[in-house]
């Protein structure tokens, strides 16, 4: 699901000219991310940013869903400098050559960004997790979001989708992932485990299993279903799977251990 143009270059691109051009936009930034691939985004306000990959001919410029116009603004930025500065040309998914300019106008963001919305929403009534990447964090939509978005559409999803994004990549606490382990015996069997102790703070993302350290030999094993059921009164889920935990009292962590310990599935999952 993303949205792909191409610009046919005269004269190769100096990066060190588009990164001068960047740094005077406000806000605005972008990532090497190796071989050929550079990622821009406005620091607090994109949802998705978007990639530019040098190629042998030309230079790919990709847009993914859920970008928001921050995202389509720096895009028409960015494609109009690297045109100027290569002396291209640019055309679409179907070859064919745009000329006028800006690529996205703001009836095209405005449309994008609600169809955007409504595809995802479609599509976490029947998915249990759908990811995006943001600049910062993953993102995860799924049938629980889709509930409570269920009576909602065009602007006011548009809203409340996006406020979620920005939630999880900009305004949640920069916390470790911690001790994230892959278990199994084969490429069909392999699962990505989460320890949490409460020994310091978390965010916890979508694994296949979590594990709470506990004074036992064996720890107690659950899902994040499970866990988001039960989550003690000062960790907070801020999108389908993503939460913020920070260090509990003792209190509140024996009554996790309490609570998740009538759930374990340790026992099943050593045995299969």
Known sequence: MSLIHYIIYKRPLDISRLDEFVSTIKGAT???????????????????????????????????ILSNKHDYDLT????AEIIALTD????????????????????RIAEAEIHDCETIQALSREHEDIAIYGPVRK????KRLHEQFKGLKGEQL???????????????????YGNIMQVGNSEDDKKIVKLLTNETDYIIDKYDYILLHTSDEQPIMITNDILNKMLPSNWKLVDEFTVVAPMTDENEW??????????????????K
């Not at 993102?139 to 799924?142: A, D, K, M, S, Y």
């Open 139 to 142: 993102v995860h939509f799924g």
């Open 30 to 64: 972008y990532e090497d991310r190796g071989e050929g691939v550079f990622y821009f985004w406005i620091d607090g306000k994109s949802t998705r940013g978007f990639d530019i990959t040098l190629e042998q001919d030309y230079i790919e410029v990709r847009n993914t």
């Open 158 to 176: 548009k809203n409340k989708m996006f406020e979620i994004i920005l939630t999880v990549n900009y305004q949640i606490p920069n916390f470790d």
């Open 254 to 271: 024996n009554k996790l251990l309490t609570n998740a310990k009538k759930f374990n599935l340790w026992h099943e999952f050593a045995n």
């Open 88 to 107: 291209g040309i640019i055309i679409d998914e179907d070859e064919e050559q745009i000329s006028d300019f800006p690529i996205f106008d703001n009836y």
């Open 76 to 79: 028409n930025k960015i494609i």
